[in-house]
């Protein structure tokens, strides 16, 4: 059996994990295996996955094109014995990874060649984020150039013209066929706009280099842990005066923290400023951490953000901070 792989790649927040829980709620990923790439060492969007009980493996604290690309290699070569019934294959990308590094996997072994075939690279983009800033940042830029199918991920707060956007996108890479959803409300999406006739390989487009960069792609992820319970009200604002402080250099944030109020852990969304505080709990983890990714973001400056975190804890607490 060849199977078909889709590797799909999007700057960080852009809603990757969204389109693959909407996939796997409309029974389109019922056949797939899903691989899930985090860069944090925190596993936010593997146990998103698992927690709907679709078959999947997670590859954490780290780049799935770099620093565990050996870890995908492996479970590559696995899947045909441990997922015999299962005739597709999906990899979610961290946000900062470079599909260039991924694409020659598929045509480098003969197992691989003659187990796998590469059908779509799909690139999620955040309607909210301007071409020119995507243009910035070196793995948006890949991210989009590499894609066959591209997702403009549209949000109720967007206010720039995506139709202007998609032709930005289209100056960008001519060959990519682009789609402008709300991957939160609209209808389920088929697969069908993800297959192509033909092997992504054969297609052309993997011969468009790109330079790469050291193994963290110029950005850092940082995590905090602490225990106990903390006033919602005061921890929403000390956090979100900590935003408009560290800068534009924060790009992604992701969390889950207890509060006295609920029961459930209050979960934290954020792509740079724009952030999200509710209680959709859906298999996040069940312990205070915070996940912290962008570029030039001082381990003193999160160290003071746990610092003030726990000055709100309503009992002793232990805190752990690593970064990577």
């Excluded at 590859?59 to 005739?87: A, N, Q, Y």
């Excluded at 059908?119 to 309607?127: Q, T, Y």
């Excluded at 990519?176 to 209808?187: E, Q, T």
Aim: aromatic share 8%; charged share 20%; hydrophobic share 40%.
């Amino acid at each position: 059996m060849i199977r078909p792989v889709f590797i799909v790649t999007g700057f960080l927040g852009a809603g990757k994990t969204t389109l693959a829980l909407g996939l796997i709620r409309s029974g389109e990923l019922k056949d797939a295996v899903l691989i899930v790439n985090d860069f944090g060492d925190a596993s936010f969007d593997s146990i998103q996955v698992g927690a709907t009980g679709t078959a999947y493996r997670a590859m954490d604290g780290g780049c799935i094109c770099c620093t565990v690309k050996d870890d995908l290699l492996r479970t590559l070569h696995e899947i045909p014995s441990l997922f015999p019934d299962k005739t597709l294959i999906w990899i979610e990308t961290s946000g900062i990874s470079n599909p260039s590094d991924l694409i020659p996997l598929f045509g480098a072994s003969s197992f691989l060649s003659e187990s796998y075939s590469l059908r779509s690279v799909v690139a999620v983009v955040d309607g909210r984020n301007s071409f020119d800033w995507l243009l910035e940042q070196e793995s948006a830029a890949e991210q989009l150039s590499m894609a066959s199918t591209s997702i403009i991920n549209k949000h109720d707060h967007t206010t720039q013209d995506l139709h202007r956007f998609k032709q930005q996108l289209l100056s960008l890479n001519p060959m990519s066929d682009i789609s402008v959803l709300s991957l939160k409300d609209d209808p389920p999406i088929s697969m069908d706009i993800f297959f192509d006739p033909n092997d992504y390989l054969s297609r052309g487009q993997a011969s468009i280099k790109h330079a790469h960069l050291h193994e963290s792609h110029g950005y850092t992820t940082q995590t905090i842990r602490w225990d106990g319970s903390v006033d919602e009200t005061a921890f929403v604002d000390l956090f979100s005066e900590w935003i408009e402080q560290v800068g534009p250099g924060l790009l992604r944030l992701k969390g889950t923290v207890r509060t006295h109020e609920h029961k459930q852990f209050m979960i934290i969304q954020g792509v740079r400023r724009h952030v999200t505080f509710d209680y959709d709990h859906s298999g996040w983890p069940t312990e205070n951490v915070l996940v912290i990714i962008g570029s030039g973001i001082e381990s003193d400056a999160v160290g003071r953000l746990l610092d003030q975190i726990l000055s709100l804890k309503n009992y002793e607490m232990e805190a752990e901070i690593c970064q990577k």
